[in-house]
């Protein structure tokens, strides 16, 4: 039997070009879907900043045309593979060849970039049965697809994978004049486009695809999503198990496992003297984030602040969450540290050290904190939306609230800090979410069905119309009937 070959479009892909959860869902998911036996090769720009020695680039394909804008621009494809699976990298210095991933003109970028993604593949020599796009950045391909007349791209099926429906990608509509397409005079939004021609839709968490039909997370495109619900749905991302597992993290100050729960403690300690707070048997809770409205960063306030527990905050983001964590912190030095910085080892630490790992966001497509924070045994307590409601169990493998307020903090941290004055309670929690299955493996398996679905789905239907058309031909009046609900 034939692999299924399988093409993911992003932005973003971890380690190459990282700004954000998307560049870990590419470095991950990929190499899931090639375990399950898929052809799943992975195409992104070559931005400036990628190091083409570090990684292995190699030079392929030169020259390749491209028709953008009434005119044939060249790009070149470079490739690389990272564990096992090919990456192709398109090289504009015109559009890529700066080394921020993202800037002003990204709307005309990253149509260029949908653009040469489907004008690569046969030279290549790769022909998808699905694309798969990531999020606004490749949502115009399926459109693209749909309205070229190349007998290439005939039978490909296209899915997009919604990681954050804030980010839409909003422009001019004269910016279709590019790719030969029809405004109507109006804008253009990405992720609409992408929604309305793709054939599949999913979001990064089950409860997040049925919040997007709400006006509080629909961004705008509530409506929209609700016409389409029927090719909607949600796939929990995974998480990179070997790269975040206590027993070989040789960021932490002692790795640990379920068996070996007790070495956490030194993890704790540790975690006390680089931040600055002192070494006590009090509950430590960790917040590890962008400091942004999205995160509920205003439900950290004094009252909160006071409850007998100390507090660890690293992430840098809006002057207005940085000054409100850092004046709590001046006012209660032996219970609050604040870092205002990105220091992945200092993450890692309030991973393992911390006893409480506190998630209070508004909205959350998938979330990964949680989930890092249970496999170190650290207890996560939540807002019960998207992603953190598909993985936190309250009282389970976690703690949860649902009203975006200080008082439900309030008493959901009170909840969580009597469980860990009960020793054995505590410790089944902390084994129940170190033991919960947050692999790739199983999403993986969730998008192989996807993927087969709708292609066996279309295959079947192609087979019924012809089987009608020759029984047709054949003189069986009696198909008639069925011929013309088919067509």
């Known amino acids: 039997m034939k692999k299924l070959k399988v093409l993911m479009a992003t932005?973003?892909?971890?380690p190459y070009a990282k700004v954000g959860g998307l560049a870990d869902v590419l470095g991950s998911l990929p190499m899931a879907l090639k375990e399950n036996d898929c052809d799943v090769r992975v195409v992104m720009p070559l931005y400036g900043s990628i190091d083409r020695e570090k990684?292995?680039?190699?030079?392929?394909?030169?020259?390749?045309?491209?028709?953008?804008?009434?005119?044939?621009?060249?790009?070149?494809?470079?490739?690389?593979?990272?564990?096992?699976?090919?990456?192709?990298?398109?090289?504009?210095q015109k559009y890529f060849g700066q080394k921020d991933i993202y800037s002003a003109d990204n709307a005309e970028r990253f149509l260029f970039f949908s653009q040469a993604v489907l004008y690569i593949l046969p030279i290549v020599k790769f022909q998808p049965a699905v694309v798969h796009c990531h999020d606004y950045h490749t949502a115009m391909i399926p459109r693209l697809l749909k309205s070229s007349s190349f007998e290439y791209f005939r039978e490909m099926k296209t899915v997009l994978t919604i990681h954050?429906?804030?980010?839409?990608?909003?422009a001019n509509g004269k910016i279709l004049d590019l790719v030969d397409l029809n405004s109507n005079g109006y804008d253009v939004n990405f992720m609409e486009q992408g929604i309305i021609y793709a054939d599949q839709i999913t979001t990064v968490s089950p409860t997040y695809a049925k919040e997007i039909f709400t006006k509080e997370f629909g961004a705008g495109l509530e409506n929209l999503l609700r016409k389409n619900k029927d090719k909607v749905s949600g796939i929990l991302n995974g998480l990179d198990l070997d790269f975040f597992n206590p027993v070989k993290d040789k960021l932490i100050a002692k790795k640990f496992s379920y068996a070996k729960l007790d070495d956490k403690k030194i993890n704790k300690t540790a975690l006390q003297k680089s931040v600055g707070l002192s070494v006590s048997d009090k509950p430590?809770?960790?917040?590890?984030?962008?400091?942004?409205?999205?995160?509920?960063?205003?439900?950290?306030?004094e009252e909160i602040i006071r409850l007998d527990c100390q507090f660890v905050f690293l992430g840098t983001g809006q002057a207005e969450y940085e000054n409100l964590l850092k004046a709590l912190?001046?006012?209660?030095?032996?219970?609050?540290?604040?870092?205002?910085?990105?220091?992945?080892?200092?993450?890692?630490?309030?991973?393992?050290g911390a006893d409480i790992f506190l998630m209070p966001s508004r909205f959350e497509p998938c979330g990964l904190g949680q989930m890092i924070a249970m496999r170190y045994g650290t207890v996560p307590v939540v807002r019960a939306v998207g992603g953190l409601a598909d993985t936190v169990i309250d009282q389970t493998n976690g703690f949860i609230f649902?009203?975006?307020?200080?008082?439900a903090l309030k008493n959901t941290?009170?909840?969580?800090?009597?469980?860990?004055?009960?020793?054995?309670?505590?410790?089944?929690?902390?084994?129940?979410?170190?033991?919960?299955?947050?692999?790739?493996?199983?999403?993986a398996q969730k998008y192989l069905e996807l993927y087969k679905a709708d292609i066996i789905s279309e295959q079947e239907l192609l087979i019924d119309v012809a089987n009608v058309r020759r029984d047709y031909m054949d003189g069986k009046a009696h198909k008639l009937k069925s011929l013309q609900y088919l067509l």
């Open 11 to 14: 932005a973003e892909m971890a």
């Open 55 to 92: 990684y292995k680039l190699q030079h392929k394909f030169a020259n390749i045309a491209v028709p953008f804008g009434g005119r044939m621009m060249k790009v070149n494809v470079w490739q690389t593979s990272l564990k096992g699976v090919k990456v192709y990298f398109i090289e504009s």
């Open 164 to 170: 954050n429906l804030q980010y839409q990608g909003v």
């Open 284 to 301: 430590l809770v960790g917040l590890i984030s962008r400091f942004v409205e999205q995160k509920g960063l205003g439900l950290i306030t």
């Open 329 to 352: 912190a001046l006012r209660y030095p032996d219970k609050v540290s604040v870092q205002t910085k990105f220091d992945i080892v200092l993450a890692q630490m309030i991973y393992a």
């Open 402 to 407: 649902k009203p975006m307020t200080v008082a």
């Open 413 to 443: 941290l009170k909840r969580a800090l009597m469980a860990y004055g009960n020793k054995k309670a505590w410790q089944k929690i902390k084994q129940n979410g170190m033991t919960t299955d947050f692999s790739w493996n199983q999403s």
